[in-house]
Protein backbone atom coordinates (compact mmCIF):
# COMPACT_ATOMS: atom_id res chain seq x y z
CA UNK A 1 0.00 0.00 0.00
CA UNK A 2 1.50 3.25 -0.73
CA UNK A 3 1.81 5.86 1.81
CA UNK A 4 1.77 9.57 1.42
CA UNK A 5 3.63 12.26 4.09
CA UNK A 6 2.91 15.16 3.84
CA UNK A 7 5.06 18.38 5.32
CA UNK A 8 5.45 21.68 4.95
CA UNK A 9 3.10 23.41 7.52
CA UNK A 10 2.90 25.76 9.91
CA UNK A 11 1.54 28.82 11.62
CA UNK A 12 1.88 31.86 9.99
CA UNK A 13 0.50 35.24 9.62
CA UNK A 14 -1.82 36.46 7.26
CA UNK A 15 -0.44 37.32 4.17
CA UNK A 16 2.42 35.13 3.76
CA UNK A 17 3.54 31.55 2.01
CA UNK A 18 3.87 27.96 2.79
CA UNK A 19 5.37 25.03 0.50
CA UNK A 20 3.92 22.03 1.34
CA UNK A 21 5.06 18.98 -0.22
CA UNK A 22 3.67 15.04 -0.62
CA UNK A 23 5.73 12.21 -1.11
CA UNK A 24 4.55 9.07 -1.85
CA UNK A 25 6.22 6.11 -0.97
CA UNK A 26 5.75 4.75 -4.84
CA UNK A 27 3.87 5.61 -7.77
CA UNK A 28 0.40 5.78 -7.49
CA UNK A 29 -0.93 3.80 -10.20
CA UNK A 30 -4.29 3.92 -11.84
CA UNK A 31 -5.05 7.22 -10.61
CA UNK A 32 -5.96 9.81 -12.96
CA UNK A 33 -4.73 13.25 -10.93
CA UNK A 34 -2.90 13.83 -7.87
CA UNK A 35 -4.16 16.11 -5.36
CA UNK A 36 -4.62 17.85 -2.25
CA UNK A 37 -7.53 18.26 0.48
CA UNK A 38 -7.93 20.24 3.46
CA UNK A 39 -9.79 19.88 6.39
CA UNK A 40 -10.63 22.50 8.97
CA UNK A 41 -12.19 22.09 12.42
CA UNK A 42 -15.88 20.82 12.38
CA UNK A 43 -15.63 20.69 8.51
CA UNK A 44 -15.60 18.12 5.84
CA UNK A 45 -12.52 17.41 3.88
CA UNK A 46 -12.79 19.49 0.57
CA UNK A 47 -10.78 19.66 -2.76
CA UNK A 48 -7.92 22.01 -2.78
CA UNK A 49 -6.35 21.18 -5.98
CA UNK A 50 -5.38 18.66 -9.15
CA UNK A 51 -2.84 18.11 -11.26
CA UNK A 52 -3.56 15.23 -13.95
CA UNK A 53 -1.16 13.31 -15.23
CA UNK A 54 -0.94 15.11 -17.78
CA UNK A 55 0.08 18.53 -16.08
CA UNK A 56 -3.46 20.07 -16.18
CA UNK A 57 -4.28 21.58 -12.80
CA UNK A 58 -7.31 22.80 -11.37
CA UNK A 59 -8.11 24.70 -7.88
CA UNK A 60 -11.21 25.43 -5.83
CA UNK A 61 -12.57 28.74 -6.26
CA UNK A 62 -11.51 29.96 -2.69
CA UNK A 63 -8.16 29.53 -3.41
CA UNK A 64 -7.46 30.05 -7.42
CA UNK A 65 -5.20 32.82 -8.17
CA UNK A 66 -3.29 32.15 -4.70
CA UNK A 67 -2.02 28.36 -4.51
CA UNK A 68 -0.37 26.87 -7.23
CA UNK A 69 -0.17 22.83 -7.03
CA UNK A 70 2.65 21.18 -9.30
CA UNK A 71 4.60 17.87 -9.64
CA UNK A 72 7.54 15.91 -9.22
CA UNK A 73 7.21 12.46 -11.07
CA UNK A 74 10.82 11.25 -10.62
CA UNK A 75 10.18 12.08 -7.08
CA UNK A 76 6.39 10.90 -6.14
CA UNK A 77 6.13 13.89 -5.03
CA UNK A 78 3.52 16.56 -5.20
CA UNK A 79 3.45 20.12 -4.14
CA UNK A 80 1.39 22.62 -3.45
CA UNK A 81 2.61 26.48 -2.82
CA UNK A 82 0.10 28.90 -0.93
CA UNK A 83 0.59 32.65 -1.42
CA UNK A 84 -1.46 35.16 0.58
CA UNK A 85 -3.07 33.31 2.98
CA UNK A 86 -5.46 33.91 5.27
CA UNK A 87 -7.45 32.57 8.33
CA UNK A 88 -9.98 30.72 6.05
CA UNK A 89 -7.06 28.55 4.88
CA UNK A 90 -6.54 27.15 8.35
CA UNK A 91 -6.82 23.27 8.68
CA UNK A 92 -5.00 20.48 7.79
CA UNK A 93 -4.24 19.82 4.45
CA UNK A 94 -3.98 15.99 3.18
CA UNK A 95 -2.57 14.60 -0.53
CA UNK A 96 -3.62 11.46 -2.27
CA UNK A 97 -4.11 10.41 -5.79
CA UNK A 98 -7.63 10.78 -7.38
CA UNK A 99 -10.26 9.30 -10.23
CA UNK A 100 -12.48 11.45 -11.95
CA UNK A 101 -15.90 10.83 -11.85
CA UNK A 102 -18.71 10.47 -14.20
CA UNK A 103 -20.25 13.59 -12.43
CA UNK A 104 -17.46 15.37 -13.68
CA UNK A 105 -15.37 15.43 -10.14
CA UNK A 106 -12.62 13.58 -8.38
CA UNK A 107 -13.00 10.84 -5.75
CA UNK A 108 -10.08 9.81 -3.74
CA UNK A 109 -9.03 6.45 -2.97
CA UNK A 110 -6.07 5.03 -0.96
CA UNK A 111 -5.25 5.31 2.44
CA UNK A 112 -4.82 9.16 3.78
CA UNK A 113 -2.07 10.27 5.08
CA UNK A 114 -1.06 11.80 8.45
CA UNK A 115 -1.41 15.38 6.89
CA UNK A 116 0.30 18.62 7.46
CA UNK A 117 -1.78 21.49 9.79
CA UNK A 118 -1.60 24.94 8.56
CA UNK A 119 -2.94 27.75 10.79
CA UNK A 120 -3.16 31.63 9.65
CA UNK A 121 -3.33 34.25 12.30
CA UNK A 122 -5.15 37.04 11.57
Known amino acids: QVQLVESGGGLVQAGESLRLSCVAS????????MAWYRQAPGKKRELVAT???????SYADSVKGRFTISGDNAKNTVYLQMNSLTPEDTAVYYC????????????????WGQGTQVTVSS
Open 51 to 57: ISTGGIT
Open 96 to 111: NGVVGTVGGGWSPFGS
Open 26 to 33: RTIRNKDA
